[in-house]
Nanobody, 118 residues
C-alpha cells in the first residue's frame, strides 16, 4: 500500500486548504483512513479519521475547523482545513489502517507541509 498526499502549501491566517490523499494497493474493505500532523518539536497528533464503515473522528486541535471525507471508489481521503491559524503549521501525514483477519497494518504517506503565516 502506498499513499500519496497533496494540497499543502503556504496560506495566510484565516485561510483554507484542502489536502488530498490517494491510496494505491489493496486496502481491503475494512480500514480507517485519516490524517495526523506533526509540528516542529512536537509529537504527531490525530487530526481526523474516517472508518470505511462510517462515522468520523476529530482530534481536539482542529475540531470545528476541519472536515474529513472519503471516496471509497477512488480510495481517497480529503481534509478540508478552514480558518487556519499559525499554530496549525505542521507536516500533515495521511494514514490508512488496514484491518484483516490477522490484525491491523498501518501505512503512512510522505507528508505534505502546511505553513500558516500571521
Amino acid at each position: 500500500v502506498q499513499l500519496q498526499a497533496s494540497g499543502g502549501g503556504l496560506v495566510q491566517a484565516g485561510g483554507s486548504l484542502r489536502l488530498s490523499c490517494a491510496a494505491s494497493g489493496n486496502i481491503g474493505s475494512v480500514n480507517v483512513m485519516g490524517w495526523a500532523r506533526q509540528a516542529p518539536g512536537k509529537q504527531r497528533e490525530l487530526v481526523a479519521s474516517v472508518p470505511s464503515r462510517g462515522g468520523v473522528n476529530y482530534g481536539d486541535s482542529l475540531k470545528g475547523r476541519v472536515t474529513i471525507s472519503r471516496d471509497n471508489a477512488k480510495n481517497t481521503v480529503l481534509l478540508q482545513l478552514n480558518n487556519l491559524k499559525p499554530d496549525d503549521t505542521a507536516v500533515y501525514y495521511c494514514n490508512v489502517a488496514v484491518v484483516t483477519s490477522t490484525g491491523v497494518s498501518d501505512y503512512w504517506g510522505q507528508g505534505t507541509k502546511v505553513t500558516v503565516s500571521s
